[in-house]
């Protein structure tokens, strides 16, 4: 590698570690502030008084969602006018369900809804994982944890190519009912945590009797044994 491409290289590398480390906004906000602090800037805080002087650097952040950094010039004064750049923290992604529990033919699947304008059937046969943030209750009240399940844990599958000739042709996806990943049979759910859930189950809770339950119920069990 020639001298001159190593820092368009080493420049690249260290982008795709931030992108690696924020799976989503909540990871991109706690991934800049680190960035921030050890260049020196201060967290201001929206509740206190601010002291702002020239040459300083600083930074906010709100809902662990949404960031401002700036720094002030030496020579800048009240009135004087200023250079923004702004960006997104937020991409397109599948966003779980509050309850996301669903049981359909056999499968456990996530109830999840689209944000954003991806490019849904690349979603497609591709592991997926979960990623975000959640609400713990603790001793000391209720606190933001973030997440990040760094192993493929869902997938979107696609169908037979025998079942849909036209695929290669026209793809066409529904968002509510193509877009729901599976995350295990309900057999093997119930051989591993004991659970069970071999009826389905819509995303309003209720169960309907699946006609195939007894037949996945045996096969499964003898692929196993």
Not at 119 to 143: E, M, N, P, Y
């Amino acid at each position: 590698m020639s001298a001159s491409k190593e820092p368009i290289v080493a420049a690249a590398k260290e982008f795709l570690n931030f992108i690696n480390k924020s799976p989503s906004p909540f990871h991109a906000v706690n991934e800049c502030r680190k960035r921030l602090l050890a260049a020196g800037f201060v967290e201001l805080k929206e509740s206190e008084r601010w002291s702002i002087k020239n040459l300083g650097k600083f930074f906010l952040t709100r809902n662990q969602s949404c960031l401002i950094a700036f720094a002030v010039g030496g020579k800048f004064k009240a009135g004087n006018g200023f250079t923004m750049i702004g960006a997104h923290t937020d991409s397109p992604c599948l966003k779980v369900k509050p309850v996301s529990r669903r049981v359909k033919q056999g499968y456990v699947q996530v109830g999840v809804e689209v944000y954003g304008g991806g490019i849904w059937h690349s979603w497609f046969d591709r592991d997926l994982k979960i990623a975000g943030r959640v609400l713990v209750k603790s001793s000391d009240g209720f606190q933001h944890r973030l997440v990040d399940i760094d192993r493929p844990v869902l997938r979107i599958p696609n169908i037979a190519i025998h079942l849909h000739r036209e695929m290669n042709e026209k793809f066409e996806v529904n968002k509510e009912n193509h877009l729901v990943p599976i995350l295990a049979t309900s057999v093997r759910e119930q051989l591993e945590t004991g659970t069970k859930s071999t009826a389905d189950v819509s995303e309003n809770g209720k169960q309907v009797l699946s006609k195939a339950d007894a037949h996945l119920l045996a096969s499964d069990a003898h692929g196993r044994i």
